[in-house]
């Protein structure tokens, strides 16, 4: 049985939405970050960089999103999220592009928000103004452009998911958590129409309702 490694405050809901939309049975060992919003040493001896999500299968132990995603849609999926030929390259694009392209970008975001609020209160009105030209010369436009990239493929998909099939596919599992990132900007302004009814789409669905019910459980 596969166990998912749970750090809290992490990524690891996505691979529980694949597991349970996939129909596989897992187990959930949960994880605290310590004083310092660090992984504790019980995850380092899984996982050197302290990292989640991570997965032990038997012998197999691995991290990094996409290779989980991919490593149990092919050992566990009986053929369910494998894209159609046509949908091949998108599904590959996204599943890459979600955490090499447009992640990185929004933790930019993230940081230059951070430092400020979280600095010595007679450095934070300086800081507050240099993070501010930062974040609206160089983060604000990569960002755009990205968002923009994503909007305008989800307006031309031939279906709801990134892949353009019935049903979601790694590029989907990777891709909701950068989204639902987006959303948490300036009350979701930076997005557009279609990128919030995707998401808004996979909130409905049972099994992302049950794996952020597991992810709350295991926080807890």
Do not use: C
Not at 24 to 39: F, L, N
Not at 170 to 195: I, R
Not at 198 to 212: D, I, N, S, T
Request: proline letters at 6%; hydrophobic letters at 40%; aromatic letters at 10%.
């Amino acid at each position: 049985m596969i166990t998912v490694h749970h750090l809290n405050k992490s990524r690891s809901q996505r691979v529980l939405w694949l597991l349970e939309e996939l129909g596989v049975d897992y187990t959930i060992k949960k994880y605290q970050r310590d004083a310092g919003d660090r992984a504790p040493k019980e995850l380092l001896e899984v996982n050197p960089l302290g990292k989640s999500p991570v997965i032990t299968d038997g012998d197999v132990v691995l991290a990094e999103s996409g290779a989980i995603i991919e490593y149990i849609i092919k050992q566990h999926g009986n053929g369910k999220g494998v894209p159609d030929e046509s949908g091949y390259l998108d599904n590959l694009y996204f599943l890459h592009y979600a955490e090499g392209s447009f992640m990185p970008t929004a933790v930019f975001k993230v940081i230059f928000s951070y430092i400020p609020k979280h600095s010595p209160w007679f450095l934070r009105p300086i800081l507050s103004l240099i993070f501010g030209q930062l974040d609206t010369r160089l983060v604000q436009p990569e960002l755009q452009r990205n968002i923009e990239l994503v909007e305008k493929h989800l307006e031309k998909s031939k279906s709801p998911w990134f892949a353009g099939g019935p049903e979601p596919t790694a590029a989907d599992y990777q891709m909701m958590f950068a989204l639902s990132v987006l959303l948490e900007f300036e009350n979701g302004a930076l997005a557009g129409p279609k990128l919030k009814a995707y998401v808004e789409m996979v909130k409905q669905r049972p099994a992302f309702k049950r794996a952020l019910e597991k992810v709350r459980e295991s926080s807890e």
